[in-house]
């Protein structure tokens, strides 16, 4: 079976095992030096010095909600067409997701419903780049700042994605993203926070560790570190072990989303004009990292099982977040965007370990159509 996901370590596992194994025997393991060191590879490689590594990604939302003030009562515009963890987080902070319907073509929030969506209690725009695809951001933010909003991105799929010649991770108040397991590289679990400026950052890495401000470490009377405690913060640091791994995969960021988009290309040139597949829409100046590969098909049901048969791996990844229970409180009607995306949208694989012959079967079968 040619699978939807993969763990990826390099070929070489000694490139992650002997680091590792001086980290463990160092008996530092949790949040130091490799931290750091992971924090400024990350920032040289986005290019944005404000970046705190966490635990998850969803960590670094509920991080990024508390920055921007939002809570009981407030109101934040988001897509249901994303993993759980975008939208659990809004609901823990005591406030409502405002649903926005999605770009049919994209999957991708929709800047004209967003502006439909604003009331008087609007807090944030949340916007997903789906699959790695990026979002409209100049549109979004400058509805952001008509209306005196803070946006937060949920980058989870967008390692290496690029808007308008710079990398995700550089247009909005607040980034939010995933080291999960199978994402493009990975700390085993793990998540980053990038933000706009000095001041939120400052505060996000306090937050992080209980809001300890390791900068102002002082010493008490016997001679042992201590800080003064301002506000309430979280356990949501990451650890030199996660770090340490995520350090040896790091070098091969570059190529993973090589490797993905040239898959994609070959997709795009290979499964256009057929009857029971549409591809999505893309940009020249939204240039995705291709977390997923997704097509829109004529019953999907039997689409992936015919895939299946064939030794091939499909799916819907993330059902739209409106469809579970613990949202069924939230108003979804009108999202003829997202009833359209959802109802015809299926992943394929696309990742590193598809080869060319794998590819090539791929496209073969696809292109019988005989679902």
């Not at 030096?33 to 010095?49: A, M, T, W």
């Not at 397991?181 to 926070?193: M, S």
């Not at 020249?284 to 099982?305: A, G």
Request: hydrophobic residues 40%.
């Amino acid at each position: 079976m040619i699978p939807m996901h993969k763990v990826f370590m390099p070929d070489n596992i000694d490139e992650v095992m002997e680091p590792l194994r001086k980290v463990i025997e160092s008996g530092w393991i949790g949040e130091g030096p490799k931290v750091l060191e992971f924090e400024k590879q990350i920032s040289d490689y986005i290019g944005n010095p404000h970046v705190t590594a966490l635990n998850s990604c969803t960590s670094a939302l509920q991080l990024a909600l508390r920055l921007c003030g939002v809570g009981i009562g407030d109101e934040v515009i988001t897509t249901p067409m994303t993993c759980m963890a975008t939208n659990e987080p809004i609901v823990l902070t005591g406030a409502t997701p405002v649903w926005s319907d999605v770009d049919p073509d994209t999957g991708n929030i929709d800047p004209e419903s967003i502006r439909q969506k604003i009331g008087v209690r609007t807090k944030v725009i949340l916007a997903v780049h789906w699959g790695g695809y990026p979002c409209d951001m100049d549109e979004i933010n400058q509805i952001a700042r008509e209306h005196g909003l803070k946006v937060i991105e949920d980058c989870a799929h967008a390692w290496g994605a690029v808007y308008r010649d710079k990398k995700i991770g550089n247009h909005s108040d607040f980034c939010c993203f995933s080291l999960q397991a199978i994402k493009h590289f990975t700390t085993g679990d793990g998540g980053v926070l990038m933000c706009k400026n000095e001041q939120d950052n400052q505060r996000s890495r306090s937050l992080k560790w209980f809001g300890i401000d390791r900068e102002q470490r002082r010493e008490n009377r016997f001679g042992i570190a201590e800080w003064d405690i301002i506000e309430a913060g979280y356990k949501f640091h990451m650890n030199d072990i996660a770090a340490t791994i995520g350090l040896a995969q790091f070098p091969y960021l570059n190529e993973i989303v090589a490797k993905r988009r040239g898959n994609a290309a070959f997709y795009q040139e290979n499964l256009q004009s057929l009857q029971r597949v549409k591809l999505l829409t893309e940009a020249e100046d939204h240039i995705s990292s291709y977390w997923l590969f997704t097509i829109k098909v004529e019953d999907r049901v039997n689409f992936i099982r015919y895939l299946a048969q064939n030794g091939i791996a499909a799916s819907v990844v993330h059902a739209r977040s409106d469809s579970h229970t613990i949202f069924a409180n939230y108003n979804s009607s009108g999202l003829t965007g997202l009833d359209e995306f959802s109802e015809k949208m299926v992943c394929i694989p696309v990742g590193p370990w598809v080869n060319e012959e794998d590819r090539r079967k791929i496209v073969a079968v696809i292109r019988e159509q005989c679902w």
